[in-house]
């Protein structure tokens, strides 16, 4: 039963693609890296699969952690390349343990770590895209970058 009106309802995306130009929408949002939020199952998932570590250490209300979430982490090459890792955001407030054992005191921080949970590399503050993919590159690469920590000292 029709109550007369002829509106085709909301525009569809097809519909507001064609009125902007395509060029302006993209098909589907930018995709990103995909996170597991819990560190023990992280870890159980990369012992088993072989795979480093990518932990992205956070904070809420931080500006430069949001910027890298939905800059750096959504690049299309740091997102392919994520696949070789298990990616894991930890969230500092809720995690304290995880930040003092990898002693994470700033943030955003990523911290790479060997499949067996030994560290590998750090990269702190606000990293661009590009910067990003060079230090992945050279994680997957192999061990030359490893970081070892003794009490509160970074060795290199």
Do not use: W
């Not at 943030?107 to 910067?131: C, H, N, W, Y």
Request: glycine letters at 6%.
């Amino acid at each position: 039963v029709s109550a007369g009106c002829d509106c085709p309802g909301p525009p569809s995306l097809a519909m507001l693609r064609e009125a902007r130009g395509a060029q302006d929408m993209p098909e589907t949002p930018p995709a990103a890296v995909r996170f597991v939020d819990d560190f023990d199952s992280g870890l159980e998932q990369a012992l088993r699969d072989g795979k480093p570590l990518l932990l992205f250490f956070h904070v809420r209300d931080c500006v430069y952690c949001s910027q890298m979430l939905n800059e750096t982490l959504r690049d299309p090459q740091v997102v392919r390349l994520a696949e070789r890792f298990v990616c894991i955001r930890i969230e500092a407030d809720a995690s304290r343990a995880v930040c003092r054992r990898f002693h994470v005191e700033a943030f955003p921080t990523v911290q790479f770590v060997s499949p067996r949970g030994m560290p590998l590399s750090r990269l702190l503050g606000k990293i661009d895209a590009e910067a990003f993919v060079s230090q992945m590159e050279a994680v997957l690469r192999g061990p030359q970058n490893r970081s070892v920590y003794r009490g509160d000292l970074i060795l290199r």
